[in-house]
């Protein structure tokens, strides 16, 4: 059965059923609002204080319409299925969802969408007589909205502003917090811009009782209650009588949001006409296209162009601007998802990154788990996992790079080269009798808690990510002077790490993964013929492996390959393992334990651009994306318009290939950086943008659209005979494009 494909030139993806394999959700938001809104307009909205997430409507959003003459009622997304309709269409974009439905020679078009700021979200729904026979028509909007909680609360009409208005106090505990939590949100509110000729506030009475599965009591009568709902469920239903005379259509406006108070409230009715709100829409049209304007590409990959020059780019902003969603979080996370919004907006990512350089320790060190607010630590918090460091210099580097200029980095106040300088002697300093990282309580794999518990077990990855961590800082002092002790010193480092790593982490035909407490190598041979991903790709990130290794160990990471990216470990753990923790007890073939793990699966793709391996890069992107033809939604249940953190692993299960559904990802951002630095090859570095493709063989062609600092360029790769580059027309001698502030530059590059 078909289900949906991209329209729009990619900005939009269109369903044509209610029925999909999963809940397929779209995001729409803003820094304080959150609606995640399916296929059948179904779905989650919080709003969003402090990157903390707070419920508001959870339950449902149903529309009904009720043909006055004829006496029939279209339930339009609420007990209906695919079958029950004559059209059925859903159209997820950038800005917002819209259901278009027709039945009984009706159409219902409802469209929703989260303006560019507010703790608010849209609703507009048309109807339309096909016929050109029917006088009128009555059409039931209910909102379930989140639970009252143990302060009782009500949910009232107010005519004067038509708007539903749920209110309880916000809780609080101890005497005097009642006074700290009375300017919280807490008037939920339903502003209609017509007056509704009915409305519920009762969950129950709406309904007809407690069963939410049937046709509600109120539709069946085709009128609502009108009686205040106290200390209960409670619902925002309103019913409206429309008129479709002569074939003329008709349309109402919903805002569904939260407020502090009744004046709030108030303060929005003027922003309640048609005029108003069809200039709210466009105006959040027009903003996410400006916000992901930076970059663009062409490819022979359609499905590649789409999730790169639209749906990427949603999610790495949506994973960084919210936080994903917490204020209790790995600094890992925070700084990748700003690494990936740093190709997005270099600019406004910075004060994502200095808000995380901020916690970093005198010493270099910088604790992974933690409260973005004042909470005390607890939980993960209280663990030492070693890797913050290294992504705090991995990740500010690259922020640096995109912004295309040193400024950041010789911050005299802020010093941030030194801090970055601590991070690296800090993992240097705090190493194993291996001359390796010490893991602690985990590395990037963070369930990995077993092996270093006693404070002596050793990780092979992070020392390579230390060495690309040392290579990176070098990149961008290396011709400076006043740099010229650091520079000795961390070449010095450099060359022992290799050393250490080469001398004792190659197992003849892969590097383990490391060493436990007792010196003895976990990922190796001896243990299970156990293969960890990450070190080897991050051998080749590194630039670690000899080149008379690198043919063995690409030889070992075939037995990694599936339909759908490489293993992240293989075999996967079946039982508890005390060596290595927690990670072998996680269900075989999900998350660290031997699924597909997209994050680990673009270090891969990042490895084979560095090894400049076009067919091997493109190979695992494709894989990884969720279009691969070889997993289909039937099998990934997955709407494509997102990376997820990763598909089942075990090739015995019928579930091989199902993906997580999991939308917060480091995989966004690597996927993002992976396509246009390493496959097209268009790098932005502190003396200009950088031209290095690395396509795959069977592609002739590609182009690319990307701005650096103050000026653009448009990039056209040609398959030729010789390597060139043009720059309006001119050849030029070096892979490094000229600059000049607010100029524009076309560019011609002919590739072997």
């Excluded at 078909?2 to 820094?31: C, K, M, V």
Aim: net charge negative; proline share 4%.
């Amino acid at each position: 059965m078909h289900i949906g494909e991209f329209a729009n030139l990619g900005s939009t993806y269109r369903i044509h059923t209610p029925d999909t394999p999963s809940q397929w959700s779209n995001p729409l938001y803003n820094d304080e609002y959150l609606l995640e809104i399916d296929q059948r307009l179904q779905g989650t909205s919080y709003y969003v204080e402090s990157y903390n997430r707070h419920l508001l409507s959870h339950q449902y959003r149903y529309f009904y319409i009720i043909d006055n003459q004829n006496n029939v009622v279209i339930d339009v997304n609420h007990l209906s299925s695919e079958k029950d309709f004559d059209l059925y269409q859903c159209d997820h974009s950038i800005a917002g969802t819209t259901l278009t439905i027709e039945k009984c020679a009706i159409r219902v078009k409802i469209q929703s969408f989260v303006p560019i700021e507010g703790k608010q979200e849209h609703w507009t729904i048309t109807l339309s007589d096909l016929s050109g026979k029917r006088d009128s028509l009555t059409i039931i909007s209910a909102f379930g909205l989140y639970d009252h909680g143990v302060m009782g609360g009500s949910c009232d009409y107010d005519k004067g502003i038509q708007s539903i208005i749920k209110y309880a106090h916000p809780y609080h505990t101890m005497y005097h917090e009642k006074a700290e939590v009375a300017d919280q949100p807490s008037h939920v509110y339903l502003m209609s811009d017509q007056t509704p000729s009915s409305v519920d506030m009762s969950q129950r009475r709406f309904f007809g009782g407690d069963n939410l599965n049937k046709l509600p009591v109120a539709v069946k009568r085709g009128q609502c209650s009108g009686i205040v709902g106290e200390a209960e469920d409670f619902i925002a239903a309103m019913s409206h009588q429309v008129s479709v005379s002569e074939g003329n259509s008709s349309t109402i406006h919903l805002q569904l949001g939260i407020a502090k108070s009744y004046a709030e409230i108030e303060a929005k009715r003027s922003s309640m006409t048609s005029d108003r709100i069809e200039q709210s829409y466009k105006d959040t049209q027009d903003y996410w296209l400006k916000e992901f304007d930076r970059f663009s590409i062409t490819t022979p990959d359609v499905n590649l162009n789409y999730l790169t020059n639209y749906w990427l780019k949603k999610q790495v902003t949506l994973l960084c601007r919210q936080n994903r969603g917490t204020t209790y979080c790995p600094v890992r996370n925070q700084l990748q998802d700003a690494m990936g919004y740093a190709l997005i907006d270099p600019y406004k990512a910075e004060s994502f990154m200095l808000d995380v350089l901020r916690e970093q320790q005198s010493d270099g060190f910088i604790q992974q788990w933690h409260f973005t607010d004042d909470t005390s630590p607890r939980g993960l918090c209280l663990l030492h996992h070693t890797d913050g460091p290294l992504w705090l210099v991995i990740c500010l580097i690259k922020l640096i790079k995109q912004q295309g200029e040193i400024s950041l980095f010789e911050h005299k106040e802020l010093n941030v080269s030194k801090r970055l300088n601590d991070a690296i002697t800090y993992m240097y300093n705090h190493r194993g009798d291996h001359g390796l990282c010490l893991i602690g309580d985990g590395d990037w794999n963070d369930p990995i808690n077993g092996v270093g518990r006693e404070g002596k077990g050793e990780s092979t990855w992070s020392t390579m990510a230390l060495v690309y961590s040392i290579n990176e800082y070098l990149s961008l002092v290396s011709d400076n002077k006043n740099f010229k002790a650091e520079i000795e010193s961390l070449l010095t480092m450099r060359e022992e790490l290799v050393n250490c790593i080469n001398q004792h982490c190659w197992d003849e035909q892969w590097y383990v993964a490391g060493f436990d407490d007792n010196g003895v190598a976990y990922g190796s041979r001896d243990d299970n013929n156990r293969l960890f991903l990450n070190a080897q790709t991050w051998s080749v990130i590194s630039g670690v492996v000899p080149e008379e290794r690198l043919p063995i160990m690409n030889k070992s990471l075939e037995r990694l390959d599936t339909p759908f990216g490489p293993l992240l470990l293989d075999p996967a753990f079946d039982d508890w393992d005390e060596r290595w923790g927690r990670v072998s007890v996680k269900k075989s073939g999900t998350t660290e334990n031997g699924s597909i793990y997209c994050h680990a699966s673009m270090f891969k793709a990042f490895a084979d651009s560095m090894e400049h391996n076009g067919d091997a890069l493109y190979e695992v992107i494709a894989k990884t994306l969720p279009t691969n033809p070889h997993n289909p939604v039937s099998q990934s249940l997955q709407l494509p318009l997102y990376i997820s953190n990763y598909y089942y692993g075990l090739k015995d299960s019928p579930n091989y290939g199902r993906s997580s559904m999991h939308y917060g990802t480091g995989t966004s951002a690597w996927m993002l950086l992976v396509v246009i630095e390493g496959l097209l090859g268009v790098k932005s570095e502190i003396e200009g943008l950088t031209i290095d493709p690395c396509l795959p063989s069977d592609w002739d062609q590609a182009s690319c659209f990307r701005q650096y600092r103050d000026a653009t360029y448009n990039i056209q790769f040609t398959r030729g005979n010789t390597p060139s580059i043009n720059i309006n027309g001119t050849r030029i001698d070096t892979a490094v494009l000229p600059y000049e502030a607010h100029k524009h530059y076309e560019v011609e590059v002919s590739f072997v």
